[in-house]
Every structure is written in structure tokens, then in C-alpha cells.
């Protein structure tokens, strides 16, 4: 149901259908037998492979030999020829995967995928497009500071930059810090409002742990991150 749901409110700018994913898949396989002579492609492959060992470790489906190992690949190995101007960004794992489990169809997570990175603010991170990504940050500080100014203080004071913990949260849509459940609903209220609900996220997860926010700056970074 819930897949369904966020296929309908992602939509399909992209223009993406099964004839499609499947001659990306064709590219994939050629690339992967002629990986020598692609750097690109090459690089791009070592770090997803490198990245599914690492997401939702806690449920290990993306190991290899496991059951969702090679659709999430694909899935990744094709955005990255899909979209060559992105190609492959740590953090894309979380977010295909949670795609895929939610759907459980390859083709369909695909599908959500490819439009959810075109999607204005979630592109603009994941393009490093960082004047945009840094004018997201000077905001969430000014709203931190409105709404929250205990904490806002406490990160003045020990010159604590949110670009430290931020960029993580956003380009996994908090799917790397939040169980499963919860990053889902956080989702579906994000693709119904739209890139402004995550700067709210952004700042009640800062609000929830500001309660047990210490004053010690080593502390405050491992809580954030």
C-alpha cells in the first residue's frame, strides 16, 4: 500500500518505464565486462559495493547473497548510468533501499528513485551544489535560534556548524539515523508537503534531542551525528 501511495505522489517526471531500466541494465552488464577501460563506471561500482555492506546493517538484507543484494545494486549501478552527472553519491544506498523494501519491486524502486533525485532540494545536496545547500544550512541556524534558542546558543558558543551533521541527515532522508517505521512516515509527509517539511523534520529532531543535550562539546557532536 505504502509503495503505491508514494508512487502516485512522487509521479514520473523522468519519464522512466521498463524498456528503459532494462536497456540501463543492458549498459551495466557491458560496463561491468569492460570495466578496465571505464574509470567511471569502475569507481561508481566500488562504492556501492562498498555502501551495501554498510546500509541497515541491523537487517542485513543487503549483504551479499542475501535477497535484495542484486536488485538494489542494479538499481544503483543503473541510476549511475542513468543519471552520469550524479553517477553514484554515498548516501544514495539508504535511500533506494528503503525504496525497495517498501515496494518490493525492483523496477518500481527504480522508477521512485530516478524521480526522487530530481526532486529540487534532494538534487542540490546530492550535487554538491553547495551555495544552495549552504544557504539550506543558514536557514535551519536562523530557525534554530527562533525556535529552539537554548540549543541555538549552545551551538554558537562551541561554533558548532550544522553542516556536520545535516548533509547526512537530508541525503538519506534520515533513514541512516531513524528505525525504518519512523523514516517512513517521515517520507510519506514529505512527498505530500514537499522539500520545506524536511527543514520541519530538521529542527524537531534537534528539538527532541536537545532534552538530553549536555554542554560538552564532544557530546553534543556524538548526539548529532
Known amino acids: ?8 505522489l512522487i509521479g514520473n517526471e523522468q519519464r522512466v518505464n521498463l524498456n528503459l531500466y532494462k536497456a540501463l541494465l ?24 562498498e555502501d551495501l555492506m554498510r546500509t541497515f546493517t541491523e537487517l542485513k538484507y543487503f549483504r551479499p547473497g542475501m535477497k535484495l543484494y542484486q536488485p538494489l545494486k542494479n538499481i544503483l549501478a543503473a ?21 525497495l523494501m517498501h515496494t518490493g519491486d525492483e ?8 524521480n526522487m ?29 527562533e525556535k529552539n534558542p537554548k540549543l541555538g546558543s549552545i551551538f554558537v558558543e562551541y561554533q558548532i556548524q550544522p553542516s ?14 531513524l528505525p525504518l517505521e519512523s523514516s517512513a512516515r517521515i517520507w510519506d509527509n514529505y512527498f505530500f508537503y514537499g522539500d520545506e517539511f524536511l527543514m520541519k523534520v530538521c ?16 557530546m553534543i557532536i556524538v548526539l548529532f551525528k
Open 1 to 8: 500500500m505504502r509503495g503505491e501511495v508514494w508512487e502516485s
Open 26 to 49: 543492458v549498459r551495466v552488464r557491458l560496463a561491468e565486462g569492460n570495466i578496465q577501460h571505464d574509470q567511471g563506471f569502475k569507481n561508481n561500482l566500488k562504492v556501492i559495493e
Open 79 to 99: 541510476f549511475s548510468v542513468f543519471r552520469p552527472d550524479l553517477g553514484y553519491v554515498q548516501g544514495m544506498s539508504f535511500v533506494a533501499g528503503s525504496l
Open 107 to 114: 523496477f518500481l524502486g527504480f522508477k521512485l528513485f530516478a
Open 117 to 145: 533525485m530530481g526532486k529540487t532540494l534532494i538534487y542540490t545536496f546530492y550535487s554538491f551544489d553547495m551555495p544552495k545547500v549552504n544557504i539550506f544550512f543558514h536557514i535551519f541556524m536562523k530557525l534554530l535560534q
Open 164 to 177: 556536520v551533521f545535516l548533509f547526512e541527515w537530508v541525503v538519506a532522508l534520515f533513514s541512516n539515523i
Open 203 to 218: 529542527l524537531g529532531i534537534c528539538a527532541c534531542l536537545e532534552k538530553i543535550c549536555t554542554e560538552n562539546f564532544e
